[in-house]
């Protein structure tokens, strides 16, 4: 029988993480790096890779790639995806992380229904759902050549429930009807490719509930009431699962979506 080390070790690997910057890419990235893996960072032009990547390296002993890229243009993705290929290093694991979320400062988009514009609707279509399936698409010989070879669409629990608007009563918030479609897009894809990947690629699904980012208070009481285990998440709750679907400890698991939401949707 392996040891349960053995099976989380990711050494030799690598692993391409979109939106490694944003808040839960960091974590997940300090994760897959403890793991052993090689990693390759990716998100917007002009984001601060440097400190990440200089704690992934110090800390872990780990190579590091930065590539920046909006994935909001095919030609763009187009270009990642070639310098990705070019080293011939190939892909282990492909984790679709970057989003336009919630609180995306984009215009008609954190909105009212009748204020939500067609061009956030498009745009946020683009990064949340057509880029991971161009990536998805791009690096699947890679993936399939690979050891372990899987990827993990980050979704959300509102990729498969309506917002439950009693929350966002007297706040600022939105919950965009794009975030929620694009995220129930994903959610569906990642069966789709579960299926159409296998035996060779895992394709699962890590579906966080509301992180805490110094919401209102009114708002952050209400989520808290609703949820059973009675708080929000911390992006270190999701490293667990990171660690599972990315690694072997996971190697009979495909078209899962792994639900980290305090019970949010166990109702
Ligand atoms: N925060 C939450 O409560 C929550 C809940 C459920 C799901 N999620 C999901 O978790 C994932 C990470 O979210 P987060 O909370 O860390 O958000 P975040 O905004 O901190 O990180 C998102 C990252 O994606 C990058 N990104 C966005 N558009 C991009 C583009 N066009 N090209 C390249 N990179 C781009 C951003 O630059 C950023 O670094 C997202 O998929 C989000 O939908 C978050």
């Known amino acids: 029988m392996k040891t349960l080390s053995s099976l989380s070790d990711m050494t030799g690997r690598r692993v391409l993480i979109t939106g490694a910057v944003g808040n839960l890419g960091r974590v997940m990235a300090a994760t897959i790096a403890e793991l052993g893996a090689s990693i390759i960072l990716l998100d917007r032009p002009g984001s601060n890779f440097a400190n990440l990547e200089e704690q992934l390296t110090q800390n872990w002993g780990i190579e590091c790639l930065c590539i920046e890229c909006d994935l909001e243009l095919e030609r763009e993705r187009e270009r990642a995806i070639a310098t990705i290929k070019a080293d011939g290093k190939g892909l282990s694991c492909l984790i679709n992380n970057a989003a336009f979320v919630g609180t995306s400062s984009l215009e008609g988009w954190s909105a009212p229904f009748q204020h939500q514009t067609h061009s956030a609707w498009r745009r946020a279509l683009e990064v949340n759902l057509t880029a991971p399936f161009h990536l998805s698409q791009a690096f699947t010989n890679e993936l399939r050549a690979a050891k372990g070879g899987n990827i993990i669409n980050i979704t ?112």
């Open 156 to 267: 959300s629990i509102y990729g498969e429930l309506g917002p439950d608007w009693r929350l966002y009563e007297a706040t600022s918030m939105g919950n965009p009807a794009a975030y929620g479609a694009s995220k129930g897009g994903l959610v569906q894809m990642t069966r789709w490719l579960a299926t159409t990947l296998a035996p060779d690629i895992r394709v699962n699904g890590l579906c966080p509930g509301g992180i805490f980012r110094n919401q209102p208070s009114e708002f952050v009481e209400r989520y808290e009431q609703r949820t059973p285990l009675a708080r929000m998440a911390t992006e270190e709750d999701f490293r667990g699962g990171i660690a599972y679907l990315a690694s072997d400890l996971s190697s009979y698991v495909t078209g899962h979506i792994l639900r980290v939401d305090g019970g949010w949707s166990g109702w």
